[in-house]
């Protein structure tokens, strides 16, 4: 158990439909990374906070957005939702913002859009 | 498109034997390297790391061996175990490059482990 909880952990909508995911860090973490997976294009880096800041912004469609809350946990908001988008979604923390170091994955939410 | 890849899409070994997972990766700036292992249905959980400055470093069960010179990345596992059974990841980032977020993740090889 790497102490980082994300909800849902499936989750089945429509096209053009509008979802949010949400991720809790390991205690005493204070970034969160959001990552997508998929079969063709493996994991791919979309957004990270760190302690409330958004830090760094990888290839994240303006479709997404997300936000981490005083209390730490971090929300993806994915709308507008394309069959494309069905993907495994993870959550990940640190302590810091360092760049070398353990990232620690939640187990993940599966998107299935129809 | 991606800098980090690898070679083989599936490896499958015995039980007992040493495995070898190999990377390539293509950006000469990256100089920090991090193994990941993911069990079916799990997120992706950290093995070892190395920075530039290294060649070898060695953790339980696991070496991991980087060669500047051809950029390239492996990952060795001994008497690998049917609790190996993973897909591995290899990364690359630049440890000045600003955030973590900067990992860029190869696609994966899949380690099968027989009885």
Redesign the interface.
């Known amino acids: 158990d790497s102490g980082v909880t994300q909800t849902p952990k499936h989750l089945i909508t429509a096209t053009g439909q509008r979802v949010t995911l949400r991720c809790s860090p390991r205690s005493g973490d204070l970034s969160v990374y959001w990552y997508q997976q998929s079969l063709d294009q493996g994991l791919q880096f979309l957004i990270q906070y760190y302690n409330g800041e958004e830090r760094a912004k990888g290839n994240i469609l303006e479709r997404f957005s997300a936000q981490q809350f005083p209390d730490l946990h971090s929300e993806l908001n994915l709308s507008s939702l394309e069959l494309g988008d069905s993907a495994l979604y993870f959550c990940a923390s640190s302590v810091g913002q360092r760049n070398t170091g353990e990232l620690f994955f939640g187990e993940g939410s599966r998107l299935t859009v129809l | 498109g ?1 800098s980090v890849g690898l070679h083989l899409p599936t490896l499958s070994v015995q039980e007992g034997d040493n495995s070898i997972i190999n990377c390539a990766y293509s950006n000469s700036a990256s100089d ?1 390297f991090i193994w990941y292992k993911q069990e079916s ?6 093995i070892i ?1 190395i ?1 530039s400055n290294m060649d070898k470093r060695q953790g339980q069960r696991v070496t991991v061996l980087l060669n500047k010179t051809v950029k390239h990345l492996s990952l060795q596992i001994a008497a690998t175990q049917p609790g190996d059974s993973a897909v591995y ?1 290899c990364a690359e ?16 090889t899949k380690l099968s482990v027989k009885p």
Do not use: A, H, T
């Open positions: 991606e920090y249905g799990k997120g992706p959980q950290f790391d920075r990841f980032n630049i440890m000045n490059g600003g955030s973590q977020g900067n990992l860029i993740f190869g696609k994966g």
